[in-house]
């Protein structure tokens, strides 16, 4: 890992992730986890505000990255639910099947390599009735978009720790095994619109 990886990456991308338009969606969707939650991609603990205490009981924050760990230990340690730090790949969820009432992911889908595989795992340790909730930036509808992704992705990959620009949020989440009930799709405002289509919802098991 490079000093940009460790060092400077991090904070880019908590200072990215934490912008306005981005936390306002964070605080649509993460009051619905509830019981025992396992987020995919943790990052440096943005959602930690949004959690509600009263449905939560523990939260395991699945994070790879050495230099989001750092951050991530010190902010949990003063979360209002209890968290577990889990430095591991989504790919690799070591927690056993049906463990999990709710997965969360925010702003992750985009980044994890092989990201249907980490939601087949994730659909693994749910429970029965467990729900998936995701929000994510990804593919545009608008072609004029969609060409302005694609040209940029190669050079946003390497800047942006391998984020990708237009990923189709919905078909990854459908190839991972799940049913989408309910999807909220937008341009955040006061966001370049090559990184600012937004998908927000809930899904669960097929």
Not at 5 to 18: E, W
Request: proline share 9%.
């Amino acid at each position: 890992m490079g000093v940009y990886d460790r060092y400077v990456l991090p904070f880019v991308i908590n200072c990215a992730c934490g912008a306005k338009p981005i936390s306002y969606q964070r605080r649509k969707i993460v009051p619905r986890a509830e019981g025992v939650v396992l987020e995919l991609g943790f990052g440096s603990g943005l959602n930690l505000p949004y959690y509600d205490a009263a449905k939560v009981s523990r939260v395991f924050a699945l994070e790879p990255e050495e230099g989001m760990l750092v951050r991530a230990r010190r902010v949990s340690r003063q979360a209002r639910v209890p968290v577990e730090i889990l430095p591991e790949r989504a790919e690799q969820i070591s927690l056993p099947p049906a463990s999990v009432d709710t997965v969360l992911v925010t702003y992750a889908l985009c980044t994890i390599p092989h990201a249907v595989a980490a939601l087949v795992g994730a659909r693994r340790v749910l429970k029965p009735g467990g729900k998936l909730l995701f929000c994510e930036h990804g593919r545009a509808p608008d072609e004029p978009v969609r060409r302005q992704q694609r040209a940029i992705e190669p050079v946003w990959k390497r800047i942006a720790g391998g984020c990708h620009l237009n990923r189709d949020i919905p078909g990854l989440i459908t190839d991972g095994g799940y049913r989408i009930e309910g999807l909220e799709e937008m341009y955040l405002p006061s966001t370049p619109r090559f990184a600012g289509y937004n998908y927000l919802g809930a899904a669960v098991p097929a």
